[in-house]
């Protein structure tokens, strides 16, 4: 059972280079989301995808695009990468959302590094 | 100020030993609490889950939540090599946002 699975797992940009995560979950989950983790930060909330056909924005948003393809699949663009996304990202789902969102089932992270 | 604080430690204690972990927060309207455990190179997984205030037990793992005190705890017994990790406790009002804690990084020696 795959779970959630992230594409790149690393990956090396140059300051103003453009980039496509992607996520895909295999449990039918409604909601899925998109994490960036720093240190002394925790995970901090980029976008999320309460349904299939809607997306908004979280804490974290700037700089990021993100495209709910399906129920399934989840995808997070940085369109001109900074230094400042050099972070692990990581995709997550949960089968509930609204008054009572539920466990959080995370990937295993995409580790990127921006010059 | 952040809306969770969580000590990063890092947290070292020998096998068998009773651990304690903490947060606090500052927004009262926080209603699901959770913490989750994060393996080096692998993402967070679900440990235990609390509505409201209280305490919930799950095997060696204990939660408890005091509102009136904006402070959550997991408090780990007989802790194994194996609870080596990093614990990151959570909070939501419900709906889509939860919020984390930074972490903190606990190593069980053997």
């Known amino acids: 059972n795959a779970g959630v699975t992230q594409t790149p797992k690393f990956q090396v940009l140059k300051t103003g280079q453009s980039m496509t995560l992607q996520c895909a979950q295999d449990?039918?989950?409604?909601?899925m989301y998109w994490y960036r983790q720093d240190p002394g930060m925790g995970l901090r909330l980029i976008y999320y995808?309460?349904?299939?056909?809607?997306?908004d924005k979280g804490e974290v948003p700037n700089g990021y695009n993100v495209s709910r393809l399906n129920k399934r699949e989840f995808s997070l663009r940085l369109e001109s990468a900074a230094p400042s996304q050099t972070s692990v990202y990581f995709c997550?789902?949960?089968?509930?959302?609204?008054?009572?969102?539920?466990?959080?089932?995370f990937g295993e992270g995409s580790r990127l590094t921006v010059l | 100020q952040k809306e969770v604080e969580q000590d990063p430690g890092p947290l070292s204690v020998p096998e068998g030993a009773i651990v304690s972990l903490n947060c606090t927060y500052s927004n009262s309207a926080f209603q699901y609490f959770m913490w989750y455990r994060q393996y080096s190179r692998k993402g967070p997984e679900l440990l235990m889950y609390t509505y409201s205030s209280g305490n919930k037990e799950d095997g060696r793992f204990t939660a408890q939540v005091d509102k009136s005190s904006k402070y959550i705890s997991l408090f780990i017994r007989d802790s194994q090599p194996s609870d080596s990790a990093t614990y990151l406790c959570?909070?939501?009002?419900?709906?889509?946002?939860?919020?984390f804690g930074a972490g903190t990084r606990l190593f069980v020696k053997a």
């Open positions: 995808s309460a349904s299939e056909g809607t997306t």
């Open positions: 997550a789902s949960s089968q509930r959302g609204g008054a009572n969102t539920g466990e959080l089932f």
């Open positions: 449990m039918n989950h409604n909601s």
């Open positions: 959570a909070m939501s009002l419900g709906g889509f946002k939860t919020i």
